[in-house]
């Protein structure tokens, strides 16, 4: 079993391996170095390579998104798409065929390991069919990024060329060659621009780049252009004004995600932090009130109802009734010890005062003496 693990575990490994060489391999790939060449780079599998991408069939929708994924993530060789499903296709066979041989092996038929590796197989082969899109798109998504933050310096750039009297697109060009060490994303993009541009039009070079990163500040920027080359004007004061926008925006982003953090960092300290402290300080009092009531449920204690402990009981609450009271009925506070025979009065001596609890005997009532007043004649 635990062969079968570590085995499946390096056949993943290797395959994940491929996926990252692919796509690092593509990434910014200079065309003009591969037509000065004219040499064909080789599919990652050879002529199997379009047998294996059509081995799941792939809606029209989806190989759009994925076509946009690879463009903005640098693959604009004209087989990524193709190279891509073919390496999805690959990861998915080769779990599910070790999944296979594994369960043949090593398990019997009827055993319950059997189980338990063709489901954890399932879940294996099912993230390895979702895992390359989702990387992808994280590429994607980080290399705009980085496209973006690194726009306001290249305005800038361009701006500095355009005032000194050089034409935009020599700028544009200058600027990629400039930025190549720096910021290599975007001069690959610009780069592709001036590529673009000697074919057509800067205007049209300018939407495409635009159209192919789907980011609001670009198409500002080929609006802009647009503008320019249908007006006639200049646009090294609009490109300065542009960049400082762009750095005002990205300042405002900055500080939304600051405030937004500490709304972000209420679910970590409420599922993280907030357990442990209540364990903290509650635990000693829950180990004290289970230590009372185990006790307590011992024999002889309060809670064991055994029938010396409810007489005890009784008795105490017998000796603590003042007399005359209802059975049930609590003591008044700051009384004694009642009477035991509750039931029976006291008797009541002419003469004689009862003296209440705490003070001396009582004394008898002196007689009072009347004088008899003498009869008439």
């Known amino acids: 079993m635990l062969i079968a693990l570590i085995t499946f575990l390096l056949v993943a490994s290797v395959c994940f391996g491929l996926l990252l060489l692919f796509m690092r391999g593509g990434r910014n790939r200079d065309e003009g170095e591969t037509v000065a060449s004219q040499r064909r780079r080789p599919l990652i599998f050879g ?7 059509g081995v799941w069939p792939t809606r029209t ?30 990861l998915v066979l080769g ?3 070790f999944v296979a041989a594994a369960i043949v092996v090593i398990t019997e038929p009827g055993e319950a390991a059997m189980y338990m590796i063709g489901v954890a197989g399932l ?15 994280s590429m994607a998504a980080g290399r705009g990024r980085r496209i973006e933050e690194s726009l306001p310096d290249a305005m800038d750039m361009i701006t500095m060329c355009t005032s000194a009297g050089l034409p935009l697109q020599h700028s544009i060009s200058k600027v990629s060659e400039e930025l190549r060490t720096i910021h290599p994303d975007l001069s690959y993009e610009l780069r592709l621009v001036g590529r673009q541009t000697e074919a057509s ?28 080359e249908q007006q006639g004007a200049s646009v090294a004061g609009a490109f300065h004004t542009f960049a400082d926008q762009v750095r005002l925006n990205r300042r405002q982003r900055a500080e939304e995600g600051s405030n937004k953090a500490t709304f972000k960092m209420l679910f970590p300290l409420v599922f993280c932090l907030a357990p442990a402290v209540y364990l903290v300080l509650l635990g000693p ?9 185990r006790h307590e449920r011992a024999p002889g204690g309060v809670l064991s109802g055994s029938p010396q402990v409810v007489r005890s009981m009784v008795d105490e609450t017998r000796l603590t009734t003042p007399p005359g009271t209802p059975v049930g009925a609590a003591a008044p506070a700051g009384q004694g010890p ?13 003469g004689v005062v009862v003296a209440p609890a705490g003070r001396g005997p009582a004394t008898p009532e002196a007689p009072t ?5 003498p009869a008439g004649p």
């Open 338 to 350: 009642a009477n035991q025979d509750f039931g029976r009065q006291t008797p009541q001596v002419p």
């Open 201 to 228: 039009s800067l205007n049209t070079a300018i939407q495409q780049f635009a159209k192919r990163m789907d980011n609001p500040e670009i198409h500002s920027v080929a609006a802009m252009v647009w503008q320019a």
């Open 123 to 137: 879940i294996v082969v099912m993230l390895l069919f979702a895992m390359p899109p989702l990387v992808l798109e």
């Open 47 to 53: 002529r199997l390579t379009p047998a294996l991408a």
């Open 95 to 97: 779990a599910a065929l």
């Open 285 to 293: 009092a829950v180990i004290q009130l289970r230590d009372s009531l």
């Open 61 to 90: 929708p989806i190989r759009e998104r994925f076509t946009r994924w690879l463009r903005q993530a640098g693959h604009y060789h004209g087989q990524a798409l193709t190279e891509f499903l073919a390496l999805r296709n690959m």
């Open 369 to 373: 003496l009347v004088p008899r007043t």
